[in-house]
């Protein structure tokens, strides 16, 4: 499906029979409080019946034992070309209904929809991206990320006016959002990226925004400060990333800017490495770092971990690097705290385990680990996705929710087995523990398989 622009509760007509019944799980809906053993009724890919009672159903999933949720909604998925069906297949394994490409996204809307029309497992869904789009304009030779002009100098007015205007053609052919990269895109000005956000402003959109690297609370404040004065919503990727070891600062920023009214939210992975192309401006001025540094680069394709030789040979040739950069203490801190929602940052070549197992990491590990509750790690991948996005997207206002009309995307899991697999030596290894995976009503999983 495209996404653009003690009590007995059951819905008013109740067919004799049902298309799907999940019958007799422990149903977990954040976005109202329900957790209770209920009977969920399904018919024409809408929930239409949660019930106290038993319903009939042409095919009865039985949740016996099992979490029923909201299916999963991540915000931060990299998919610029083509659907990968292998990668499909890991994310609703992993509990993942909706994949949406927000970051980077495209700068041509309706290709990158037209490639996925009737192919996908999951609602999908784009944004118009700055970094795409700067490098059309600009024309870049880079692949996916800049590694030219878009890179390395200020646009020109004539080629602002054109960045922008193709963001609004975006937004007009459907793009879910505005995506940025400030720290892929070091030149641009401010003038420029205020131009952009106004854009997303007109629109009702939110602008997805990959700080700048330095100093991450400097970084923050520059791009809430941007947002106030475009007046657009703000979503902050991968905090605990950007951040590194200020990420309570960096969260302490953001909370205090939704004290004064902003409307800023932020989202976080579960995993201590990052992962991203070598050649980008990322990694601008590689030449100045400390040899003990390299040590912490990992080159996915043989597994190395590499030295300011290896660095320098990779970087001329491109590819996918994975930096160890954090602590366990900092992650875990950043998925405890009540403003972060859950987002893989995962790929279409999987090389890094979050592409696989993101969500089972935080229902397995850091539940049982007491780092959050059950519930509320479940709202940060269902309802609070849902709610960044109404405003520009009213379809997902239906989603994230197990409610009475809410589409029939859900996920049903056992709480004591649910773990990820996927490791940065294995990537591509599913999540086990989840039993049922439905989207629109339709059984993507079943059996776990």
Same mark, same amino acid.
């Given at each position: 499906?495209?996404?653009?622009?003690?009590?007995?509760?059951?819905?008013? =007509?109740?067919?004799?029979?049902?298309?799907?019944?999940?019958?007799?799980?422990?149903?977990?809906?954040?976005? %109202?409080?329900?957790?209770? &053993?209920? #009977?969920?009724?399904?018919?024409?890919?809408?929930?239409?019946?949660?019930?106290?009672?038993?319903? *009939?159903?042409?095919?009865?999933? !039985?949740?016996?034992?099992?979490?029923?949720?909201?299916?999963?909604?991540?915000?931060?998925?990299?998919? /610029?070309?083509?659907? *990968?069906?292998?990668?499909?297949?890991?994310?609703?394994?992993?509990?993942?209904?909706?994949?949406?490409?927000?970051?980077?996204?495209?700068?041509?809307?309706?290709?990158?929809?037209?490639?996925?029309?009737?192919?996908?497992?999951?609602?999908?869904?784009?944004?118009?991206? #700055?970094?795409?789009?700067?490098?059309?304009?600009?024309? !870049?030779?880079?692949?996916?990320?800049?590694?030219?002009?878009?890179? +390395?100098?200020?646009?020109?007015?004539?080629?602002?006016?054109?960045?922008?205007?193709?963001?609004?053609?975006?937004?007009?052919?459907?793009?879910?959002?505005?995506?940025?990269?400030?720290?892929?895109?070091?030149?641009?000005?401010?003038?420029?990226?205020?131009?952009?956000?106004?854009?997303?402003?007109?629109?009702? @959109?939110?602008?997805?925004? #990959?700080?700048?690297?330095?100093?991450?609370?400097?970084?923050?404040?520059?791009?809430?400060?941007?947002?106030?004065? @475009?007046?657009?919503?703000?979503?902050?990727? +991968?905090?605990?990333?950007?951040?590194?070891?200020?990420?309570?600062?960096?969260?302490?920023?953001?909370?205090?800017?939704?004290?004064?009214?902003?409307?800023?939210?932020?989202?976080?992975?579960?995993?201590?490495?990052?992962?991203?192309?070598?050649? %980008?401006?990322?990694?601008?001025?590689?030449? %100045?770092?400390?040899?003990?540094? =390299?040590? *912490?680069?990992?080159?996915?394709?043989?597994?190395?971990?590499?030295?300011?030789?290896?660095?320098?040979?990779?970087?001329?040739?491109?590819?996918?690097?994975?930096?160890?950069?954090?602590?366990?203490?900092?992650?875990?801190?950043?998925?405890? +705290?009540?403003?972060?929602?859950?987002?893989?940052?995962?790929?279409?070549? /999987?090389? #890094?385990?979050?592409?696989?197992?993101?969500?089972?990491?935080?229902?397995?590990?850091?539940?049982?680990?007491? &780092?959050?509750?059950?519930?509320?790690?479940?709202?940060?991948?269902?309802?609070? /996705?849902?709610?960044?996005?109404?405003?520009? &997207? /009213?379809?997902?206002?239906?989603?994230?929710?197990?409610?009475?009309?809410?589409?029939?995307?859900?996920?049903? =899991?056992?709480?004591?087995?649910?773990?990820?697999?996927?490791?940065?030596?294995?990537?591509?290894?599913?999540?086990?523990?989840?039993?049922?995976?439905?989207? *629109?009503? &339709?059984?993507?999983?079943?059996?776990?398989?």
């Amino acid at each position: 499906m495209l996404i653009a622009g003690g009590l007995c509760v059951v819905e008013g =007509f109740q067919p004799d029979t049902y298309d799907v019944v999940i019958a007799g799980g422990r149903v977990i809906d954040p976005a %109202s409080g329900l957790d209770e &053993v209920r #009977h969920v009724g399904i018919s024409d890919g809408v929930i239409r019946a949660i019930s106290a009672q038993r319903l *009939n159903g042409r095919t009865t999933l !039985d949740a016996s034992g099992l979490v029923v949720a909201p299916g999963f909604i991540d915000l931060h998925q990299h998919a /610029p070309r083509t659907i *990968n069906p292998a990668v499909d297949k890991l994310k609703v394994m992993d509990g993942v209904t909706t994949a949406l490409e927000l970051e980077v996204g495209t700068d041509d809307i309706d290709r990158w929809y037209d490639a996925r029309e009737g192919k996908s497992l999951l609602n999908y869904g784009v944004s118009i991206g #700055h970094i795409p789009t700067r490098m059309a304009v600009m024309k !870049d030779p880079g692949d996916f990320l800049p590694s030219g002009p878009a890179a +390395h100098r200020a646009a020109r007015a004539g080629e602002i006016a054109d960045i922008a205007g193709r963001i609004e053609r975006g937004l007009s052919r459907g793009a879910v959002a505005v995506g940025f990269g400030f720290a892929y895109t070091p030149e641009a000005a401010r003038a420029e990226l205020v131009d952009a956000f106004k854009a997303a402003a007109r629109a009702g @959109a939110s602008a997805h925004v #990959h700080m700048r690297g330095g100093d991450p609370v400097a970084s923050a404040n520059e791009v809430i400060g941007i947002a106030t004065e @475009a007046g657009a919503p703000l979503h902050i990727v +991968h905090v605990q990333s950007s951040g590194g070891a200020q990420t309570a600062r960096v969260l302490s920023v953001v909370s205090d800017a939704r004290g004064r009214g902003v409307d800023v939210t932020t989202e976080m992975y579960p995993y201590i490495a990052g992962q991203t192309r070598i050649e %980008s401006a990322l990694f601008d001025g590689w030449e %100045s770092y400390p040899d003990d540094r =390299f040590k *912490n680069y990992l080159w996915p394709a043989t597994g190395e971990r590499l030295t300011r030789e290896t660095f320098a040979k990779y970087r001329k040739i491109g590819g996918s690097i994975i930096m160890f950069s954090n602590t366990e203490e900092v992650v875990r801190g950043a998925a405890a +705290h009540p403003l972060t929602m859950i987002a893989s940052d995962g790929g279409q070549a /999987p090389t #890094h385990p979050r592409t696989a197992g993101t969500y089972s990491h935080v229902l397995g590990p850091y539940v049982r680990d007491g &780092v959050l509750t059950l519930t509320d790690a479940l709202r940060k991948m269902t309802i609070m /996705p849902a709610q960044r996005l109404e405003r520009r &997207v /009213p379809s997902m206002q239906r989603k994230g929710r197990v409610q009475l009309g809410a589409d029939a995307d859900v996920t049903v =899991f056992d709480p004591q087995r649910i773990a990820d697999q996927s490791t940065y030596e294995q990537a591509a290894r599913s999540s086990t523990g989840i039993k049922y995976v439905l989207v *629109n009503g &339709v059984a993507v999983v079943r059996d776990g398989r």
